[in-house]
């Protein structure tokens, strides 16, 4: 029997909640295996901040770099707001990221059939939209130097070198060819320099691709098509601050940013997130949406532990929960049977694995 | 009779026939009152570049600051875009911003009721949608230093100053003083240095205006809120690169990126533009929407010229000629009563002026 070792982060706000649900779903479809899973629960964001002074304590990096894989909630509120910049939970979460090395972040946008009057868009255009952000995350204007503010003036250096162009590209074609291989890059090269670079880097490492098909957009127009025709786009390739915006974006197509999950991955080990924030309003009421971090346990288990069947088995015990019209709060306006608390959802999810 | 002096810039791709539908509509409207165009035609863009080697000829820079408004199509194409940088249409269309000092961008996205089903949004979602982007225009990392590339590397550098986050703040506040008297300003404070000087600063202007309300909000969380539920904002008051993308997205609510104007002020001479670009694909065609061309002319008339109620009249007629039904190629699906073409579109709005 093999034992995986999670490395969990539940953080703050509504994070705790929604990691005790993904759990439940883990050890229910590993009770199906032949495995099962060790937690090991570790800090960040304002949590660790309130309990070590420290957003991101060491003792939560050398968890996370021996663990298999890491499952992480969310951090940050208005509390924390108003400390100085490096004791805030965001950036712990950066620092993390960088630590880890987790260069490539994978959002994919997927619009439920069961979901799809939910969206703000008219479900013709939204019906069937099924695209991947591969966001690059370590680099960028996130971390870019020079940087830096006085009284009169506030810089930050959006930088790409060749290399980290080349990794991520590398990330989209690859998932490009286990779809629909089609790779949609994302820049600024009208405007940018570091677009410019951008652009022909992933011109150059799309020749090792013959086979997927790449075309270039301009953040502008790429935030306007995503609304205007979504289905046009398989991988859509960015940069940090870009893949942000549009991630987001990406992600109102599916009606409720409570479904959908995330992994930041290209290092030895990756996080798997939801891709919304801790939601200290809705924190501890029990109506939180589990879904998005229990569809990034089923991530987890595709991508770094290597269990296909089982990832296979909570995707279909998540969409046979939403066909049997179980909804959390966020979604009880969309053909709901029965309006289910945080817990009732990861159970019977649980319970269909 | 007063004479107004316009520097019209008809640009690229279909810039000239949508200039053409706008100049007829002005002079329809001027014979109602005492006043009239003089207009001088200058080069900018692709065709200036094929005439002259330059994008921006100094003639043109000239012409406009001896105006008392520049009216303006659109620039680019493909033919131009290997050119080298300095050479390329959007060099000269950004040189051109920042000689006329042209710093705020006011991008109105609004939904005419009469095509409230063009959007890709639910009709419940956008109508009554008014909402107006404050783009700080000639700052920020469109302009930063330093910026460059070589083989291995790209930078540009996202800098403002106070002064000019003060000045754009107080126009986004003037203009929401005219409106709902609600700003959010948009940023990214909690990852960027030089977001967190603009929040203070626009914190600090807002002292000056006890009567509009400041909100906050990450440019990540506002381009999911703009399709969510868009009726929340009145102005949105953002620097360079985040205004691209998020007046872009918000034009999405209209339906047809070819409804909606835009203006670049803040200097002597303003400059009036309709926000869709220069659509080589269809130029020539007689099948463009000279409607943002138009309403851009009715928002020089207004903010340039003071002739505001020679504007209501542009405005009237536009939704007028919408509301009977009549239609350009964009958006002949939508309760088209009459398929009409580029001119035919420009003489009927003239007509009911
Ligand atoms: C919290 C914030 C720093 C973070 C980011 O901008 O990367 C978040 O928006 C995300 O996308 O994961
Ligand atoms: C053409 C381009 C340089 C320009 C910009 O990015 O400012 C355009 O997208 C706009 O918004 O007017």
Redesign the interface.
């Known amino acids: 029997m093999k034992t995986y070792k999670i490395a969990l982060i539940k953080g703050d706000g509504i994070g705790p909640e929604i990691i005790d649900e993904a759990t439940k779903v883990l050890d229910a479809v590993a009770s199906c295996f032949d495995f099962d899973f060790k937690y090991e629960e570790v800090l960040m964001g304002g949590c660790a901040y309130d309990e070590t002074g420290d957003p991101l304590p060491q003792e939560t990096i050398t968890a996370a770099l021996n663990s298999d894989a890491v499952l992480f909630g969310a951090i940050?509120g208005e509390k924390w707001d108003n400390l100085p910049?490096e004791k805030?939970p965001?950036s712990g979460l950066?620092r993390f990221r960088k630590e880890l090395g987790v260069y490539a972040n994978l959002r994919p946008a997927v619009v439920y059939d069961e979901l799809v009057n939910a969206s703000?868009?008219?479900p013709e255009?939204v019906s069937g939209v099924d695209l991947m952000v591969v966001r690059e995350l370590i680099g960028g204007?996130?971390f870019?130097e020079p940087?830096?503010?006085d009284?009169?003036?506030?810089?930050?250096?959006?930088?790409?070198?060749?290399?980290e162009i080349v990794r991520i590209a590398h990330n989209a074609f690859n998932i490009a060819m286990e779809r629909s291989k089609r790779v949609c890059s994302i820049d600024?090269a009208?405007?940018?320099?570091?677009?410019?670079?951008?652009r022909e880097t992933v011109e150059e490492v799309a020749k090792e691709y013959p086979d997927v098909e790449l075309t270039h957009m301009y953040?502008?127009?790429a935030?306007?098509q995503?609304?205007?025709?979504p289905k046009q786009f398989d991988v859509m390739l960015t940069g940090n601050?870009?893949g942000?915006?549009?991630?987001?974006?990406a992600?109102?197509l599916s009606g409720s940013?409570g479904l959908l999950p995330s992994a930041s991955v290209g290092a030895k080990i990756g996080v798997y997130e939801p891709i919304h924030g801790s939601a200290p309003d809705i924190a501890g009421q029990g109506i939180a949406n589990p879904i998005a971090t229990i569809s990034s346990a089923s991530m987890m288990l595709r991508y770094a532990l290597g269990e296909n069947e089982a990832a296979d088995r909570i995707d279909a015990a998540v969409k046979r929960a939403l066909k049997e019209g179980y909804r959390t709060q966020d979604l009880a306006q969309y053909d709901a049977k029965e309006v289910c608390s945080t817990s009732e959802m990861g159970s019977i999810i649980a319970n269909y694995t």
Do not use: C, P
């Not at 009208?190 to 951008?198: A, C, F, G, P």
């Not at 995503?226 to 025709?229: H, K, N, Q, V």
């Not at 942000?244 to 974006?249: M, N």
């Open positions: 940050g910049r805030r965001e950066l703000s868009l008219k255009v204007i996130y870019g940087k830096g503010r009284e009169n003036k506030g810089w930050n250096t959006m930088v790409y070198t060749k290399d600024k009208n405007v940018l320099d570091v677009s410019q670079l951008w953040v502008d127009n935030a306007m995503l609304i205007r025709d601050i870009f942000d915006i549009l991630s987001d974006e992600s109102m940013i």
